[in-house]
């Protein structure tokens, strides 16, 4: 079941994706980003467990057990995809030919530091391969809801949990808005979801600047 | 022109279960190929679970989901320690981790496949960044190559690798399908011993040579993936 916030968070995330961008999409609302990508587009769709090219989810009755996306989801191939081994794989994320990572936070700061892989004594499923595709993706997009489970700020002036990686992201996407890491700090540049720029100074835990971009 | 030499086609790696697993003891380290079950060595792993030897080290991108493959292994006390990425689908092993009850080593995944190919490749280790602002850098040696700060991640070797090809032949040449790859090439280069499962055995040449990904060399035994 996919709620409306989390289609709402990957509908905004895909306009963030550039035609021809080769990218990798995190497990949860960054997998739902495929079905929002305008008609055509020509993004390269990387997954860790070695591929690149992901098509459609598979129809049923056509499923590959060797072939699934991040989530274990059966998928097809598109023409001109591949297939290699993981260490091939993380050469693309390492050797900087990987344009975007989608990632999802726990928490994510001002300086775009990104908590997503650890609580200390509460939740330890490991790391993945997130602090690769944080640290080494050119361009990391957080697509996360503002606010946690109970409604604490999950955008913060400086994250708590341990870290993913340092100063990595650039581009932060929710319900609500949409904010650029720039080195003075947030700039929110879209605001939607029927909320005002107030209500979401009160849900977001660290300043920002108004820089509105002009919808594409 | 004779066929003098006969080659790779004159070595049949071909083995029962029992013979190619007959190195099996307490206290090894064992590669496990497979990226969650894609790829995963089923009947290779069931022969371990089978065996009852213990106080294992397994090393795994993941560690599969309870009940299920490792998970096994894990459930019922055999393994000392995990090394591996991502171990979050397997509730069992985080209970026994926070239990301090087994040990787990967490390693970003791109880098533990970098550090088994450093171990098939004859190496030390690799030079990293990967991790180096976290906790993961803790107590990891440091040293500066080329003006930048790396952290040293040493090689990984083990006793034996468990490997799934989609095929073989009998002399062990492997090959791959899709995402079922993974893990499995560089670990069949990593272990003195080397067993490998297929699910289609040939008469060598099973493929054509450029389509080998594992070269036979590497490969010491070949069973049947199929379970009996």
């Not at chain 1, 409604?151 to 341990?162: F, N, Q, T």
């Amino acid at each position: 079941m996919t709620d409306a916030v989390s289609i709402c968070i990957a509908e905004r995330a895909a306009r963030e994706i550039a035609d021809g961008d080769v990218v990798n999409l995190g497990i949860g609302i960054p997998l739902l980003i495929p079905g929002f990508l305008p008609a055509g587009a020509r993004c390269v769709i990387h997954q860790e467990a070695g591929y690149l090219g992901m098509g459609e989810p598979a129809r049923p009755g056509e499923e590959d057990p060797t072939l699934t996306d991040a989530a274990g989801q059966p998928v097809t191939l598109l023409p001109g995809a591949s297939c290699f081994d993981s260490s091939v794989s993380f050469c693309v994320v390492r050797g900087g030919r990987l344009d975007c990572a989608v990632l999802g936070a726990l928490e994510v700061d001002k300086e775009g530091n990104l908590a997503n892989w650890l609580v200390p004594g509460k939740w330890s499923p490991g790391v993945g391969g997130g602090m690769e595709l944080a640290q080494k993706a050119r361009r990391v997009i957080v697509a996360t809801r503002h606010t946690g489970k109970d409604g604490a700020p999950k955008i913060l002036e400086r994250c708590r949990l341990p870290l993913t990686a340092p100063r990595c992201v650039d581009t932060i996407v929710t319900e609500y808005a949409v904010f650029r890491v720039r080195p003075d700090g947030l700039h929110m540049v879209d605001c939607y979801g029927g909320v005002t720029i107030e209500q979401v100074r009160a849900m977001t835990g660290a300043p920002f600047s108004l820089a509105l971009e002009k919808a594409a | 022109m004779s066929q003098r030499l006969q080659g790779p086609a004159g070595i049949d790696k071909r083995s029962s279960l029992d013979d190619a697993m007959a190195s099996l003891r307490d206290g090894m380290t064992i590669l496990v190929g497979g990226f969650g079950e894609r790829g995963f060595p089923f009947r290779l792993v069931d022969a371990v679970a089978k065996s009852g030897i213990r106080d294992l080290t397994l090393i795994k991108s993941d560690a599969n989901e309870d009940g299920i493959g490792v998970g096994h292994l894990i459930a019922g006390g055999r393994v000392k320690k995990m090394v591996a990425s991502h171990i979050g689908l397997n509730r069992k092993l985080i209970e026994l981790m926070q239990g301090g009850n087994i040990e787990v080593e967490i390693c970003p995944q791109g880098i533990l496949a970098e550090r088994i190919r450093a171990g098939g490749a004859g190496l030390g280790g690799v030079l990293s960044d990967v991790g180096i602002e976290t906790i993961l850098a803790d107590g990891k040696q440091r040293v500066v190559s080329q003006g930048r700060e790396f952290l040293i991640e040493p090689a990984i070797r083990a006793d034996l690798a468990l490997i799934h090809a989609q095929r073989a032949d009998h002399f062990g040449n492997l090959s791959y399908v899709h995402a079922a790859r993974n893990f499995n090439p560089l670990m069949a280069m990593a272990a003195d011993r080397v067993v490998a499962e297929a699910d289609e055995i040939r008469a060598t040449p099973g493929m054509a040579p450029d389509a080998v990904v594992t070269p036979g060399v590497f490969v010491d035994a070949i069973v049947s993936a199929r379970l009996q």
